[in-house]
Protein backbone atom coordinates (compact mmCIF):
# COMPACT_ATOMS: atom_id res chain seq x y z
CA UNK A 1 0.00 0.00 0.00
CA UNK A 2 1.33 3.65 -0.69
CA UNK A 3 0.36 6.78 0.11
CA UNK A 4 0.62 9.95 -1.50
CA UNK A 5 0.32 13.56 -0.39
CA UNK A 6 0.28 16.37 -2.90
CA UNK A 7 1.48 20.09 -1.87
CA UNK A 8 3.09 22.87 -3.48
CA UNK A 9 0.25 23.99 -5.39
CA UNK A 10 -1.15 28.13 -5.54
CA UNK A 11 -2.24 30.88 -7.34
CA UNK A 12 0.95 32.58 -9.83
CA UNK A 13 1.01 35.09 -12.67
CA UNK A 14 1.43 33.32 -15.97
CA UNK A 15 4.72 33.43 -16.61
CA UNK A 16 5.88 32.24 -13.31
CA UNK A 17 7.07 28.81 -11.54
CA UNK A 18 5.50 26.66 -9.11
CA UNK A 19 7.52 23.47 -7.41
CA UNK A 20 4.92 20.45 -6.96
CA UNK A 21 5.77 17.95 -4.13
CA UNK A 22 4.63 14.64 -3.75
CA UNK A 23 5.20 12.22 -0.40
CA UNK A 24 4.86 8.83 -0.81
CA UNK A 25 5.11 6.49 2.34
CA UNK A 26 6.04 2.72 2.25
CA UNK A 27 9.30 1.44 1.85
CA UNK A 28 8.95 0.39 -1.39
CA UNK A 29 8.90 3.63 -3.00
CA UNK A 30 11.72 3.43 -5.04
CA UNK A 31 10.21 0.22 -7.00
CA UNK A 32 7.23 2.12 -8.36
CA UNK A 33 7.11 4.51 -11.49
CA UNK A 34 5.39 8.06 -10.84
CA UNK A 35 3.26 10.12 -12.81
CA UNK A 36 2.09 13.45 -12.79
CA UNK A 37 -1.83 14.11 -14.38
CA UNK A 38 -3.91 17.27 -14.17
CA UNK A 39 -8.13 17.62 -14.52
CA UNK A 40 -9.62 20.93 -15.50
CA UNK A 41 -13.04 22.01 -15.15
CA UNK A 42 -14.96 19.75 -17.45
CA UNK A 43 -12.27 17.95 -18.47
CA UNK A 44 -10.59 14.89 -18.48
CA UNK A 45 -7.69 13.78 -16.08
CA UNK A 46 -4.93 14.22 -18.57
CA UNK A 47 -1.19 13.05 -18.36
CA UNK A 48 1.48 15.68 -17.44
CA UNK A 49 4.74 13.74 -16.47
CA UNK A 50 5.96 9.90 -15.70
CA UNK A 51 9.35 8.90 -14.11
CA UNK A 52 10.19 5.29 -14.00
CA UNK A 53 11.81 3.79 -10.99
CA UNK A 54 15.32 3.90 -12.50
CA UNK A 55 15.10 7.79 -13.32
CA UNK A 56 13.61 7.91 -17.20
CA UNK A 57 11.59 10.70 -17.90
CA UNK A 58 8.60 11.72 -20.22
CA UNK A 59 5.93 14.26 -20.74
CA UNK A 60 3.36 15.28 -22.31
CA UNK A 61 4.30 17.75 -25.58
CA UNK A 62 1.73 20.74 -23.84
CA UNK A 63 4.38 21.37 -21.04
CA UNK A 64 7.87 19.40 -22.43
CA UNK A 65 10.33 22.19 -22.24
CA UNK A 66 8.60 23.85 -19.43
CA UNK A 67 7.78 21.40 -16.81
CA UNK A 68 10.78 18.79 -15.40
CA UNK A 69 9.84 15.37 -12.75
CA UNK A 70 12.68 14.41 -10.57
CA UNK A 71 12.17 11.71 -7.56
CA UNK A 72 14.57 11.49 -4.40
CA UNK A 73 13.96 7.86 -3.37
CA UNK A 74 16.07 8.53 -0.27
CA UNK A 75 13.08 11.38 0.98
CA UNK A 76 10.40 9.21 -1.00
CA UNK A 77 9.17 12.16 -3.32
CA UNK A 78 8.53 13.11 -6.35
CA UNK A 79 8.74 16.77 -7.94
CA UNK A 80 7.30 18.26 -10.82
CA UNK A 81 8.97 21.51 -11.73
CA UNK A 82 7.03 23.90 -13.38
CA UNK A 83 8.47 26.82 -15.29
CA UNK A 84 6.89 29.84 -17.80
CA UNK A 85 3.38 28.71 -16.80
CA UNK A 86 -0.07 29.32 -18.59
CA UNK A 87 -3.23 30.36 -17.75
CA UNK A 88 -4.20 26.84 -19.62
CA UNK A 89 -1.83 25.27 -16.78
CA UNK A 90 -4.75 25.71 -14.52
CA UNK A 91 -5.68 22.56 -13.36
CA UNK A 92 -5.62 20.10 -9.92
CA UNK A 93 -2.59 18.30 -10.07
CA UNK A 94 -2.04 14.82 -9.08
CA UNK A 95 0.51 12.37 -8.62
CA UNK A 96 0.22 8.64 -9.16
CA UNK A 97 2.13 5.58 -8.44
CA UNK A 98 2.53 2.29 -10.38
CA UNK A 99 4.19 -0.59 -12.19
CA UNK A 100 3.26 -1.00 -15.59
CA UNK A 101 5.41 -0.09 -18.14
CA UNK A 102 2.94 2.53 -20.08
CA UNK A 103 2.00 5.28 -18.26
CA UNK A 104 -0.25 7.93 -20.27
CA UNK A 105 -3.50 6.65 -18.55
CA UNK A 106 -5.04 7.22 -15.63
CA UNK A 107 -6.07 3.05 -15.18
CA UNK A 108 -2.38 2.09 -15.42
CA UNK A 109 -1.64 3.30 -12.05
CA UNK A 110 -2.23 1.97 -8.72
CA UNK A 111 -2.24 4.48 -6.03
CA UNK A 112 -3.84 8.79 -6.27
CA UNK A 113 -2.72 11.44 -4.24
CA UNK A 114 -5.92 13.63 -3.31
CA UNK A 115 -4.51 16.36 -5.87
CA UNK A 116 -3.27 20.04 -5.18
CA UNK A 117 -4.61 23.11 -7.25
CA UNK A 118 -2.35 25.08 -9.90
CA UNK A 119 -4.43 28.38 -10.48
CA UNK A 120 -2.31 30.46 -13.10
CA UNK A 121 -3.64 34.14 -13.63
CA UNK A 122 -3.39 35.95 -17.12
Known amino acids: QVQLVESGGGLVQAGGSLRLSCAAS????????MGWFRQAPGKEREFVSHIRSGGSTYYADSVKGRFTISRDNAKNTVYLQMNSLKPEDTAVYYCAAGRSYYYTQPYEYEYWGQGTQVTVSS
Open 26 to 33: GRTFSTYA
